[in-house]
């Protein structure tokens, strides 16, 4: 979130009287200079998330003393210094019985707004954007062509549901197939200054 020029725009457009929470997570790698998106952040009681990676996140001191400095609440999560490898975006045709066992083990909390749509986890989301993956319209919500009855209804309805998703038959994640991988953070200032100039 914080190498998104439009992070300051996000923040305001929300209405934090109908959110319950709001956290702005970041691994620690970055602190950002413009003191607006501070105020921000502490007038609407946002929460900064820490995942903390050890010595990947190696502005993690810096950001804090930043943080306190500005009254911004923050938590720090300490991650072990591992990612996971989903695996290709393939149909891997598992049984009705892999797909509610890796169901339950999958921890994924995190629902996707991805071009005006809602989507039960990223994985989906992205691989829809990229042509990867077909849709199945009950696992999604479209937020922008629906009138708020149906959207609540939908929402409901997908944080409610205990059945594997379509998109599951995609991913390893929640299997024994799942690999860790070391995080890739360390990037040559070169390619960051070129990537993201700002």
């Not at 300051?8 to 702005?24: A, F």
């Not at 300490?78 to 149909?91: A, L, P, Q, R």
């Not at 998703?165 to 200032?189: H, M």
Request: glycine share 4%; proline share 3%; net charge positive.
């Amino acid at each position: 979130p914080f190498c998104n020029k439009k992070l300051k725009k996000y923040l305001k457009l929300l209405d934090y009287k109908k959110i319950g929470k709001t956290e702005i997570v970041t691994n620690g790698t970055l602190v950002p200079k413009d003191e607006e998106l501070y105020k921000i952040i502490k007038k609407n009681n946002v929460v900064v998330s820490i995942s903390n990676y050890g010595k990947y996140s190696f502005k993690l001191k810096e950001l804090c003393e930043k943080l306190d400095k500005e009254s911004v609440k923050y938590k720090i999560k300490d991650i072990d210094e591992y990612w996971y490898d989903y695996g290709d975006v393939i149909n891997y045709n598992k049984s009705k019985k892999e797909l509610r066992k890796q169901y339950r083990y999958c921890d994924n909390n995190c629902k996707s707004i991805l071009n005006g749509e809602m989507y039960y986890c990223p994985r989906y989301s992205h691989g829809y954007d990229l042509k990867l993956l077909n849709r199945n319209s009950n696992e999604y919500v479209d937020l922008i062509n629906s009138d708020k009855k149906t959207i609540k209804k939908k929402i409901r309805k997908m944080i409610m549901s205990n059945k594997p998703l379509e998109v599951c038959n995609y991913c390893l994640y929640g299997t024994d197939k799942c690999k860790k991988i070391k995080p890739a953070i360390q990037i040559r200032k070169t390619k960051w200054k070129e990537n993201f100039p700002y």
